[in-house]
């Protein structure tokens, strides 16, 4: 699938928390009032070339750098994982591992940040320096006023 991007288009990434996981879709609202909506997963490239004023570049340029959660890799993973994000300007970043009941594992808090895209190891301890038991945790990465959240696992 292919999307060009003309004047006559106005396009934004809407992001939505489903349980613990994300979906991502692409709405394009077309002049007549027409919407279209791809999930991002679905889409192979975008063309940028049809841009013709600031206004559109910004746009987009706000929608590339804006605060973004991406999945942790390895997952499944033994005995350590990467959480991976992405801030658009420096600040503070808290990055908590919830273990399925709800406690809090680990928390990690990191001052001055600079804007971009980041990735934290979490070596798989918990917060008393033992290792965490095989299982299913949520981690919950905060930024300013904004928190998103994703799903791991732990195998032994």
Request: with cysteine.
């Amino acid at each position: 699938m292919r999307i060009t991007l003309s004047s006559t288009l106005i396009l934004f990434l809407a992001l939505f928390s489903m349980g613990f996981s994300q979906t991502c879709t692409l709405k394009v609202n077309l002049t007549d009032g027409t919407q279209i909506i791809y999930e991002v997963s679905e889409i192979n490239k975008i063309d940028f070339e049809q841009i013709t004023g600031i206004e559109d570049s910004e746009k987009m340029l706000n929608l590339i750098n804006s605060f973004k959660l991406l999945k942790n890799y390895p997952n499944p993973f033994n005995p350590s994982t990467h959480i991976m994000y992405n801030i658009p300007r420096p600040g503070q970043v808290s990055i908590k591992i919830l273990n399925m009941s709800g406690q809090l594992v680990k928390q990690i808090d990191i001052q001055n940040q600079k804007a971009g895209d980041h990735q934290v190891l979490w070596d798989g301890l918990t917060r008393s320096g033992l290792r965490a038991a095989s299982g299913i945790y949520i981690y919950i990465v905060q930024f300013e006023n904004r928190i998103l959240s994703n799903k791991m696992m732990l195998l032994k």
